[in-house]
T-cell receptor, first 118, second 112 residues
Framework: DTAVSQTPKYLVTQMGNDKSIKCEQN?????MYWYKQDSKKFLKIMFS?????LIINETVPNRFSPKSPDKAHLNLHINSLELGDSAVYFC????????WGQGWYEQYFGPGTRLTVT | GENVEQHPSTLSVQEGDSAVIKCTYS??????FPWYKQELGKGPQLIID?????GEKKDQRIAVTLNKTAKHFSLHITETQPEDSAVYFC???????????FGSGTRLQVQP
């Protein structure tokens, strides 16, 4: 059974388009994240949600909008795609962030979505 | 916020040799230090972690050491095998943001 899944795995699109990436976790975790990994492999957090509540919103363009319909899903919608958005996007999940010291930071990652904007 | 530095950026070893990757962190309140392994085309996978109440932790060929005074921690892989080839990331919690800050990654190549 896949713990954290993402769709699609590859996404090729043109500049100016709008696209979405979906993420689902079946671990029963309360917190989900989106990370961006650039071509140099740097992993940088973009957003985190705890029980459908936005917790972290890093300085990413407001063209990026996360949506959490329930605590098992966290989708990422990107408007007006730009060349610089090309990267691999990872979804991750962990236990309740409020349980500090009890595992919220044991994060489990999905397989990634490679976004290429042409 | 937390700042994590990781060295080296690339590491090439012969099969059977040991490999060591080092990280430093800045937030003295950090108390949890995970290591992730990322194979080609896959997501990072948690392979080992250490909490600040211990100095060393081992899991078969993998060990992690922590020096809280110096604010650094290291990953040690013994008897390396070709399947150990991957990018390895260290991380530390940013206690202010409740998020993990990752190191820049080390590409380990194990030559058969």
């Amino acid at each position: 059974d896949t713990a954290v899944s993402q769709t699609p795995k590859y996404l090729v699109t043109q500049m100016g388009n709008d696209k979405s990436i979906k993420c689902e976790q079946n671990l029963g975790h309360d917190t989900m994240y989106w990370y961006k990994q650039d071509s140099k492999k740097f992993l940088k957090i973009m957003f985190s949600y705890n029980n459908k509540e936005l917790i972290i919103n890093e300085t990413v363009p407001n063209r990026f909008s996360p949506k959490s319909p329930d605590k098992a899903h966290l989708n990422l919608h990107i408007n007006s795609l730009e060349l610089g958005d090309s990267a691999v996007y990872f979804c991750a999940s962990s236990q309740d962030r409020r349980a500090w010291g009890q595992g919220w930071y044991e994060q489990y990652f999905g397989p990634g979505t490679r976004l290429t904007v042409t | 916020g937390e700042n994590v530095e990781q060295h080296p950026s690339t590491l090439s070893v012969q099969e059977g040799d040991s490999a060591v990757i080092k990280c430093t962190y800045s937030d003295s309140a950090s108390n949890y230090f995970p290591w992730y392994k990322q194979e080609l085309g896959k997501g990072p996978q948690l392979i080992i972690d250490i909490r600040s109440n211990v100095g060393e932790k081992k899991d078969q060929r993998i060990a992690v050491t922590l020096n809280k005074t110096a604010k650094h921690f290291s990953l040690h892989i013994t008897e390396t095998q070709p399947e150990d080839s991957a990018v390895y990331f260290c991380a530390a919690p940013d206690t202010g943001r409740r998020a993990l800050t990752f190191g820049s990654g080390t590409r380990l190549q194990v030559q058969p």
